[in-house]
Structure formats: structure tokens, C-alpha cells
């Protein structure tokens, strides 16, 4: 009986951690797409800083690689780095791509960018709620959906150049697929990889800023993928 009872405490005590740490995941992911949109609102009701940035090709690109830059340098670095570097990093990352993100404020209606949201934050939450509660092991999905964002990715860089309209729609539906997919699967990964016992400490605060940059990036690309979709151009 007491051994049992041990069995019962110990699975209690992982669900009670697992829960707490997806909490703190969540709401680092939230308050970095917070940050996103008020920069992105705040950058396109200023011409001045719209003509800064989309003005001449080369801002645009700084910022671009800045981007791609911080995601890289956060995602290889933050085993070296500490915990408060990690977040103020995450919190950059966010500013930077809400800066990058404001052309969309310039391009679609307001009430199609407010409806896009608001079907992506659904379906986000759906996905992740499978991924966190299912008992399938995702793994093999998750291996196919990593191969399938590489080839939408060179796809999307080959149209880039090509501008082909059949290709863009292709691409915009495989998006759209592959996020909602990754979102499940990133969840359980992060469920996964938290450590049990280590609530508080270094460690348990940076897999939580790495699981809500991952996470964040899912939906801001399932995002963009059904504005593509849904949205209304001006």
C-alpha cells in the first residue's frame, strides 16, 4: 500500500511540475507575441519609421538578418548563457521581428489581420491541447514535418526569384499544414524536456524561454500563413 501510495505521489508531483513549467512556457510565448503587436501597431502608425525601414532595401535586410541572427545565437548559445541574457535576448528577438512584421499593419485591413488572429490563437491552442494531453508519441510526425518545412523553405526562397503564383499558393497550404502539426508536436517536446526537480532554478528558466521562443515562432508563422489566406488587402 505504501508503495503504491509512492507510485501515486511521484506521477502526481511530474504532473504538477510538467503543468507549471508549460505554464511559464505559455506565458513567456504570450508576452512576446504582446511585444510583437504593440511594436508592429506602433511602427505602421508612423510613416517616419515605416520609410525607415521598408524605405530602402538595405534597413529591411539589417533587420531581417538581425532577426535570424538573434534566433540562431539564442537557439546554439543558451546552454553557455545565463538565464537573464536568455529572456532579455527572447525579448529583443520580439521587438525585432515586430518591427519586421509591421509592413503586414500597411498591407491588410485591420479587421482581416484581428479575424487572421484570432483563428491562428484557435488553432494554436487546439494543436498545442493534443500535443500536451495526447498519448501518441509524435516523434515520427515531428521528423516529417521538420523534413517538410526544409523543402517549404527552399521552395519559398526559390519563389522568391521566380515569383510563380501555382508555387506561392503550394507553398502557402503546406504552411499552413506543417505549423498546425509542428505546434502539436513542439508541445510535447517541450513537455518532454522538462526536468523534474529542477523547478526554479537556471536551467528550468531557460528551457522555458527556449520552449516559448519555439512555440512563438510556430505561431507566428501559422500566422502569416493564413493572413495569407484570409487576410484583406488595403
Known amino acids: 500500500m505504501d508503495f503504491n501510495s509512492g507510485i501515486i505521489l511521484d506521477a502526481e508531483r511530474v504532473e504538477r511540475e510538467q503543468a507549471s513549467f508549460i505554464t511559464k ?19 505602421a502608425s508612423s510613416p517616419a519609421l515605416i520609410n525607415l525601414i521598408f524605405g530602402n532595401r538595405i534597413g529591411f535586410w539589417v533587420l531581417v538578418l538581425g532577426q535570424l541572427g538573434l534566433v540562431m545565437y539564442l537557439s546554439s548559445a543558451i546552454n553557455r548563457m545565463s538565464a537573464t541574457v536568455a529572456t532579455a535576448a527572447f525579448i529583443v528577438y520580439s ?30 491552442g487546439a494543436m498545442s491541447m493534443y500535443g500536451y494531453y495526447t498519448k501518441r508519441d509524435l516523434t515520427k510526425l515531428g521528423s516529417l514535418l521538420v523534413m517538410a518545412l526544409i523543402g517549404l523553405i527552399i521552395a519559398s526562397v526559390v519563389n522568391i526569384f521566380w515569383a510563380n503564383s501555382t508555387l506561392y499558393w503550394i507553398t502557402t497550404y503546406a504552411g499552413v499544414l506543417i505549423f498546425v502539426g509542428l ?15 529542477n523547478e526554479g532554478t537556471e536551467e528550468d528558466r531557460k528551457e522555458a524561454i527556449m520552449g516559448a521562443l519555439t512555440l512563438y515562432l510556430d505561431f507566428i508563422n501559422l500566422f502569416l500563413y493564413l493572413l495569407r489566406l484570409l487576410g484583406s488587402r488595403k
Not at 30 to 43: E, N, S
Open 25 to 43: 512556457v505559455y506565458s513567456w510565448m504570450t508576452l512576446a507575441l504582446v511585444i510583437t503587436a504593440v511594436v508592429a501597431m506602433l511602427t
Open 95 to 124: 521587438v525585432v521581428t515586430g518591427l519586421v512584421l509591421s509592413s503586414i499593419f500597411v498591407l491588410y485591413t485591420a479587421s482581416s489581420i484581428a479575424a487572421t488572429f484570432f483563428v491562428t490563437a484557435g488553432t494554436f
Open 183 to 197: 505546434i502539436a508536436y513542439d508541445t510535447q517536446k517541450i513537455k518532454a524536456m522538462n526536468i523534474i526537480g
